[in-house]
């Protein structure tokens, strides 16, 4: 087994001193825990009938969108502040009105859209646009209290989790709709694990590309870098005790597994990318999704966690075209989806 790159090491001393503790306030309500943790069943995406786009502006290579819509997400309660789901479109200039796009979700802490924007204006290059969705939870969609991605209790993060796949497979919907003739889904570290999720709830084929994926929450949160991250004493003060706290949060984050879902209909459209020495998702979680997923592809990024998401962009956009390049053109009929608003 490759040793933990030096760079998520460092990040690992960095993290366990970080204050505020996710899950500060604990576990959160029981009732909406256990319906949470239960795998959706004969699940539909929605349809996106109010979705409001802004004017474009030129930006280089990119023509850019903010854009917002109503989140469909029915699974529990998500706080008012993050009911309107928040999103940038960028589409490449010059190649037409309907290139093919890529739904790219964000890593954990990735608030804003900052980050993602480096992949997108590569991608742009190469005729590909990008939408890059907020997470509730998030930046602009932050509940009042919250003191940046630290989420205050573990239903917070199991409906975050939730709502971004239902939010992601909706807009998969709406592209669609819009006529894309191709779409895809990708997100790096926890925005791949939604992604591989969101990808296994949607019916139609498309390009999915999770990167520095997990197969759940489970590993990432008890085994890893960010297995600092939870405030143990808040989880164990009603189970007797941190360790219980630790044994029960993995029974809790495995169950929302995308090993749970049925595997994709057609595997070869999924190409997975992990770091070989990733200090924050261990190997045998990405594995297991492999297995889960048989017939899907695995190629390995050089470096660690962090540093593989900037010294493998190259890479990243190069998979993330042949995965693009597997899946047919598809189209929905527009009357399905009334247009976006201005």
């Not at 989140?71 to 940038?88: M, N």
């Not at 979700?105 to 969705?133: H, I, K, M, N, Q």
């Not at 048989?294 to 190629?299: F, I, K, M, N």
């Not at 050089?302 to 593989?308: E, F, K, N, Q, T």
Request: some cysteine; charged content about 20%.
């Amino acid at each position: 087994m490759n040793r933990m790159h030096w760079l998520d090491a460092l990040a690992a001393r960095l993290v366990a001193a970080r204050r505020p503790r996710f899950f500060e306030e604990g576990w959160g309500s029981s009732a909406l825990l256990e319906k949470l943790i239960r795998a959706p069943q004969g699940f539909a995406f929605p349809e996106l009938h109010e979705v409001t786009l802004g004017p474009a502006r030129r930006e280089g290579a990119l023509v850019v969108q903010e854009g917002h819509f109503p989140s469909p997400a029915a699974v529990g309660s998500l706080p008012e502040a993050c009911a309107r789901a928040r999103f940038q479109f960028l589409l490449p200039h010059g190649a037409g009105p309907l290139p093919p796009v890529c739904v790219f979700l964000a890593s954990s802490g990735d608030e804003g859209f900052g980050l993602r924007r480096f992949l997108a204006r590569r991608l742009a290059r190469e005729g590909v646009g990008a939408l890059l969705l907020e997470n509730p939870y998030y930046g602009a969609r932050r509940p009042p209290g919250q003191v940046g991605p630290a989420v205050r209790t573990v239903t917070d993060l199991l409906l975050m989790f939730r709502a971004t796949a239902v939010e992601a497979t909706a807009l998969l919907g709406w592209l669609l709709a819009r006529g894309h003739p191709k779409v895809g889904i990708s997100g790096y570290s926890m925005g791949g694990s939604i992604a591989a999720y969101a990808a296994a709830m949607f019916p139609l084929p498309v390009a999915v590309i999770p990167l520095a994926v997990a197969d759940s929450a489970a590993p990432v949160f008890t085994e890893g870098v960010l297995s600092a991250v939870p405030d143990w004493d808040a989880l164990g003060s009603a189970l007797g005790g941190p360790e219980a706290a630790r044994a029960r949060l993995a029974e809790v984050l495995a169950a929302v597994s995308t090993t749970a879902l049925p595997p994709l209909s057609q595997p070869r459209r999924a190409i997975l990318m992990a770091a070989r020495k990733d200090g924050f998702v261990p190997a045998a979680s990405t594995l297991r999704l492999l297995r889960h997923w048989r017939g899907a592809e695995l190629r390995y990024l050089p470096g660690g966690h962090l540093s593989a998401f900037v010294t493998g962009r190259g890479a990243i956009v190069r998979t993330v075209l042949e995965a693009f390049s597997r899946v047919e053109p598809l189209q929905v009929p527009p009357e399905e989806s009334p247009p976006a608003t201005a």
